[in-house]
């Protein structure tokens, strides 16, 4: 009997409708069906991707070519400039350009140090759920909606020699308090101040004896820590939100865990939660190091321009001066390419990595 039951189980009965649909199932999986399939989301695509192989991957291969021409004046020459590069040796033997990779390399680490570090914080304040954070947390990711003109601008008259933060100084004692232990009193020029904090030259020269005739000093030029701290003062809210998201998927069960073998606040913060953070850091790392690469808005509008001593020059302003001022296109090309360079240094890893993990 219970073999009968268990056979009579096992054994599933004919479905009609199933068995009457499979020749229609059949019919649409025909070669000629497949084929279209496989042609159809190329057709749709084609549209996206030309103008995409156009206006990205054909205008460099044209930048490139410029970059590698005698095209230096208004008259357009794209004849291939002899000795091939030449331009590009050029523009590496130029002080400025030199004082544009040192601006550019420190303003990219400061300003990621800047940014990540207070958006962490901001985020882990507002993770603890205090009274008010929602008005807080929309208030912190406003200035992230501002453009870089309208921050320039602003920060500015904040950082004006005669009329900002020197005022400021003056009002609350510092500079007093500076004079009683023997210093000079602060009144920093800020964006048209020339000298270089931290100047290393001598230490690498140690090390590396032509990096001390060097033409320019290696260290934090003053003129670029305003324009840091505007920079960081709108992206820390980028930062914060990326930040909250990844927060959100902590799971809550490995911080009672931690609670619960005796970790203290902090612990569970510094041990737990802050490490499982790492890859939204290297995410937000990179988007915030692409923009750091290509800045020129915001430092045109606080400083003017590359300012005195090539203090506040970055690849953006040289491009912008020889392009448009000198119109040397050939040496503006030939800096827009190591500036796309420098962004593929960059993105190009972190792809890389992403398309292996998958």
Known sequence: MKSSTARSTDTKSPDPVADSALPSIRKTLTPKRRFSDRLLSPLILSPAMTLVVIFVYVFIAITVWVSLSNWGTLKVDMSIRQPLGVTYQQMFMMTRWHANLRNVFVFTVLFLTFSLAFGLVLALLLDRKLIGYTIFRNVFLFPYALSFIVTGVAWRWIFNPEKGVNVLFDALGINKLIEAFGGPPLHPGWVTDTSVLFSLNTWLGTIFPP????????????????????????????????????????????????????????????????????????????????????????????????????????????????????????????????????????????????????
């Open 211 to 358: 990096l001390k005739s060097l033409s320019i000093q290696l260290g934090i030029p003053m003129a670029l820590i305003p324009v840091v701290i505007a920079a960081g003062w709108q992206l820390t809210g980028f930062a914060m939100s990326m930040y909250i998201a990844g927060l959100a998927t902590v799971p809550h069960e490995l911080r009672e865990a931690a609670r619960i073998d005796g970790a203290s606040e902090l612990q569970v913060y510094t041990k737990v939660v802050i490490p499982q953070l790492n890859p939204v850091t290297v995410s937000t790392a990179i988007i915030l190091g692409h923009v750091s690469l290509k800045i020129f808005d915001l430092i045109f509008a606080m400083a003017g321009g590359a300012g005195p001593g090539f203090v506040t020059d970055v690849p953006g302003i040289f491009v912008f001066d020889y392009t448009f001022k000198a119109t040397r296109y050939n040496l503006g090309a030939a800096a827009s390419v190591i500036m796309l360079l420098l962004v593929c240094l960059i993105i190009v890893p972190y792809l890389w990595t992403n398309l292996r993990k998958r």
